[in-house]
C-alpha cells in the first residue's frame, strides 16, 4: 500500500443494498455466480421459478459490488456491468454499492483482491476449514481502503486493464499454440494407426506404487490440470496432515488419472523432473506395456482433446455429479494404435513438440503471476 494515500473504511465507501424479487411460477430468471481469486462473473442458465421454488433471489444492477458470503475470502468479489444488469443472485450474493464522490468502483474491488486486500477480508470471515468461512458483514469498517484521488483511481485502474489486455493476449498466443500442436499429433496419430480398434488394456496396465504414510515426513504433491494441461508441482503434504494411509508415488513414465476430475481431462504423464512426488490414491498411475505402446509416444498423445475427452465415455453422470473414472473403465476405453515401429518414427517427429508444450507449462505460472505483481505495484504506487 502507498504511504501516501490516505486510508478510509469500507464502511464509509459502501452500503448494502438488496432488491428482492417476488419469484413466479411462469418468469425465467437467470442467476449469477462469482469465480474466486478476483476472476470476475459468470452466467448460470435461466430457470424458471417453478424451478428456482421457494428459493430467494435478488435483482442485480451495473455497478453493484459483489462479496460471496461463503467465498469472498478467497477472493468471490466482483463488480456487476451491463452484462449482469437484471439477472439475479442468491442471498448469499450481497449487494453493494459505491460512493462514487470517493471511490472508483473498480479501484475498489481490484483492491479488495489483491493479497493485502484478501487478508483483510479473510480476517472479518470467522469460521474454520476454509469452506464454513463465512463473510461478516456487519464489520466490513473493519476494512481499510488506500485511497488516492478519484482521479488517480481511474488513471491506476486504466493502467491495470492496460497491461491486463497484453497479458490476455500474450494467453490467446499460447492457447493458439497449443492447439496447432495438438492437432499435428493428432492427424499424425490418425494416419498411423491401424484400422482396428482395441482396448486400452492392450497397451497400458495399472501400475501403482503406494507408499505408507509416516508421521510428520514430507510428500512434495502434484495436481493434474484439466483439459490436457499436464501435471504440476505443489507444497509437500506432511504425515499426520491428512486421512489417507497411503500415497501413490509417482514415476518417469506414469500415465496419471484423476478420479475424480478425470471426466473433463485430468489425465497426464509424469515428466522426469516429477517422478518421486506423491499423489493421493484419488490419482491412479498406469505403465506403458514395453510391446504394445511407447511412453514417449503416449505423452504426445495424452495433452491432445482426441485422447482425453474419451474419458467422458468412461464416466456416468453430468458435470459435478459424474461417478469417479475408474481404472477398469478407463481401460475398457478403445483405441486404435500405430505398431511399436511408426510409434518410434513419430516419437522422433514428436521431439520438437514435446520440447514446446514444457516451455508452455512453465509459462503459465509465470503469466499467472503477472497480474498479481501488476496490482501489488499498483496499490504501492508504481505504476
Known sequence: MST?????????????????????AEQQYQEIGTYSYGRGIFHKRPRSGLEVGNKDLFL??????????????????ALCSKAEDGLFGSVRYPTFRVNEERCYAPFLVKYLTTREGLEQIGRICPGSAGRNRVLAIKRLPEVKIPLPSCGEQRRIVARIEEMAAKVEEARKLQENCRKALNTFVSATHAILSSSSSEPLSNFIELCEDEIPIQIGAPYPQVGVR???????????????????????????????MSQVKGWEGAVAMTPQELAGYFASPEY?????????CLPDYLAALVPTEFFWSRLKDATRGVGARR???RPEQFLQLKFSMPSLSD?????????????????????????????????????????
Open 60 to 77: 442485480m444492477r451495473e455497478g453493484d459490488v459483489i462479496l460471496q458470503i461463503t467465498f469472498a475470502w478467497e477472493g468471490a468479489i
Open 4 to 24: 501516501a494515500w490516505p486510508t478510509v473504511s469500507l464502511g464509509e465507501l459502501i452500503r448494502l443494498e438488496r432488491r428482492p424479487v417476488d419469484v413466479i
Open 323 to 325: 461417478e469417479r473414472t
Open 226 to 256: 484439466g483439459f490436457g494441461g499436464g501435471l504440476f508441482a505443489k507444497s509437500p503434504v506432511y504425515g499426520g496432515q491428512t486421512t489417507y494411509r497411503a500415497f501413490n508415488r509417482l514415476y518417469s513414465g506414469a500415465l496419471v
Open 343 to 383: 510409434q518410434k518414427r513419430a516419437v522422433a517427429m514428436f521431439a520438437t513438440i514435446n520440447t514446446v508444450r514444457e516451455l508452455q507449462f512453465e509459462i503459465v505460472p509465470e503469466l499467472d503471476a503477472i497480474i498479481p505483481a501488476i496490482l501489488d505495484k499498483a496499490f504501492k504506487g508504481e505504476l
Open 284 to 292: 491412479r498411475t498406469f505403465r506403458c506395456k514395453e510391446d504394445r
